[in-house]
């Protein structure tokens, strides 16, 4: 059993425009490192925050990484306690999965630290609650593929099933990061409680599409899926200049575009590493159009989840 480990756990696509709550991805970066180690009290300590500017609790009880590490502990019995040091890389409020990879970082560093008695997937409910602690919701779209890598289905929260999705090799993403905020309870505000049928239909059709065009390596099925009828209309809203980065995106290349969590982060697929590139700039090129400057991430389907860096 180790006294101290660092691990990095990296940021995520959550919804993947025609899976809403129940589809993402991880990427490369951004990320959070954070820092456990064992302590002779009780209970869990969160010694120091930085990179996020002074906006996170240090209060275990309000802190997504505390939160979910306090419940793990009372689940496994442990009787000793932990103190934590979070890095933040992924910003507060930009639809990267922050909350996600801190609560899946913290988790994952502590079951590592204590000599792993959980598998992997078995840490999937404690990582949500520090989401609930978020935004109120224990959505498990950006946790899921932040902790097992990859694409991820969630078929069902009532009993969770989660489901990863085999991925084409020469996947690659595109995410751009405005100098914006979108706070995910406002992002999730302003949806609609009620959606029409025909659009449901539609947004069902995509979403079954696409899954195949993972399974099948089918590009273009890929690109034809990647549409939301039902959420993008709403949250595009509040991202200035959405629709010319979006179709920026789409003329240099990409399969697809759309909003990466509740935003104000853009993602697109492209079907390799030098047109991802070129997607990242025309798209970083249209927000600065709008006087919005931005920062551009180009990264493969990360298939690996958390990495103990020491």
């Known amino acids: ?27 490369d970066q951004p990320g959070d490192e954070i820092t456990v180690r064992m302590r002779e009290e009780p209970g869990v300590v969160i010694k120091s925050i930085t990179g996020d500017e002074g906006r996170l609790p240090l209060d275990p009880e309000k802190n997504t990484a505390g939160v979910s590490i306090k ?5 496994i019995g442990f009787d000793r306690g932990v103190e934590i040091e979070l890095y ?18 913290g988790v994952f560093g502590v079951n590592a630290l204590l000599g792993k008695p959980l598998k992997r997937e078995e840490l999937l409910p404690f990582a949500r609650e520090g989401e609930r602690v978020a935004s109120g919701t224990a959505h498990a779209d950006n946790i899921a593929p932040s902790l097992l890598g990859g694409f991820t289905l969630i078929r069902s929260y009532d009993p969770l099933d989660v489901v990863k999705l085999k991925t084409p090799a020469q996947l690659y993403c595109s995410v751009v990061l405005p100098e914006l905020e979108v706070q995910t309870k406002m992002a999730r505000e302003i949806l609609q409680d009620q959606i029409p049928l025909d659009k449901a239909v539609v947004q069902w059709g995509n979403l079954a599409g696409f899954i195949a065009g993972l399974t099948t390596s089918d590009y273009d099925l890929l690109g034809r899926s990647l549409q939301d ?9 509040l991202i200035p200049g959405f629709e010319a980065v979006k179709q920026a995106a789409l003329a240099a290349g990409a399969l697809g575009c759309g909003i990466s969590g509740s935003g104000p982060s853009l ?6 590493k030098k047109t991802a590139g070129k997607v990242g700039e025309a798209m970083k090129t249209a927000f600065l159009r709008k006087q919005i400057r931005s920062k ?10 958390p990495v103990i860096l020491s």
């Open 1 to 27: 059993m180790s006294k101290q480990l660092r691990v990095f756990a990296s940021a995520t696509v959550a919804n993947v425009s025609c899976g809403f709550d129940v589809l993402g991805f991880a990427i």
């Open 71 to 75: 419940k793990y502990l009372e689940h």
């Open 229 to 237: 009828v039902i959420i993008e209309p709403e949250r595009s809203k």
């Open 267 to 272: 993602f697109a697929l492209t079907i390799d």
């Open 88 to 105: 933040k890389g992924i910003p507060i409020g930009s639809g990267l999965g922050s909350s996600a990879t801190s609560a899946v970082a």
């Open 296 to 305: 551009v991430y180009i990264s493969g389907i990360n298939q690996q989840g």
